[in-house]
Structures are given as C-alpha cells and as structure tokens.
Nanobody, 129 residues
Framework: QVLRVESGGGSVQAGSSLRLSCVAS????????WGWFRQGPGQEREGVAS????????LYADSVKGRFTISQDHAKNTLYLQMDSLKPEDAATYYC??????????????????????WGQGTQVTVSS
C-alpha cells in the first residue's frame, strides 16, 4: 500500500471537527501532488483539496473552502486534512491520493481523479445533524 490513511475518520455532530491523516510508504518526493477526495452514498467521487510539494499551492472545492485545510509534514511523509464546522453533507468516505502532477486552478474538482495515480484505502466520516 503506497498510501495509508492512518486515522481521523469517525462519527461526529454537525459543527464538530476531525483531522484525517495519510502516510506515504514511499518517498514523498516521488509524487508532485497530494490530494483528498470524497465519495458519498450514491454520489460520484469528487476532489476536496490538493497541495503542491512545497505547500505553496493549495486548491479547495468550493463546498469546503474556509472550513477544510490541507497540509503536509515532509519529515513524516504525512498528509493531513483538517475539517472544521462539519456539515451533514460532508459525510462520505474520504480518500487520500498522490499524483505526478497537480490539478490546475481551472480544473473542476470533480475532474481531478484521473490525474491521481496512488490512492489510500479510504476512511468513513459521518456527520449527524
């Protein structure tokens, strides 16, 4: 498993926070970009956030802007997704992913998926109202 979601998923009430983490088993700089995706029941997978290797460029889906923060720790080869002010519509299975190239700012998050080569196993997030 190249990417492994370590922790963070769970069941919370609306307004709560969770932090997801994802560890890369291979050397981090083999990838150019990390990302988080989610897929709700009966929904298509959508991009949530992405981050460039130097952290200078981050992209977010409009639905999570201002509430979610993507970050990385190079020393630990770990990617994070801090999720604040969670809403019931955020409930989904969340996946981390790695790509040889970052999505451009003009690429809709629903179209990020094909860019990403390696995927974590997913972690469930449930948000009750």
């Amino acid at each position: 498993q190249v990417l492994r979601v370590e922790s963070g998923g769970g069941s919370v009430q609306a307004g709560s926070s969770l932090r997801l983490s994802c560890v890369a088993s291979r050397y981090r700089y083999s990838f150019q970009c990390w990302g988080w995706f989610r897929q709700g029941p009966g929904q298509e997978r959508e991009g949530v956030a992405s981050i460039s290797p130097d952290g200078a460029s981050t992209l977010y889906a409009d639905s999570v802007k201002g509430r979610f923060t993507i970050s990385q720790d190079h020393a630990k080869n770990t990617l994070y997704l801090q999720m604040d002010s969670l809403k019931p519509e955020d409930a989904a299975t969340y996946y981390c992913a790695a790509s040889p190239t970052c999505p451009g700012a003009g690429r809709p998050p629903r179209n990020w998926g094909p860019l990403f080569t390696y995927w974590g196993q997913g972690t469930q997030v449930t948000v009750s109202s």
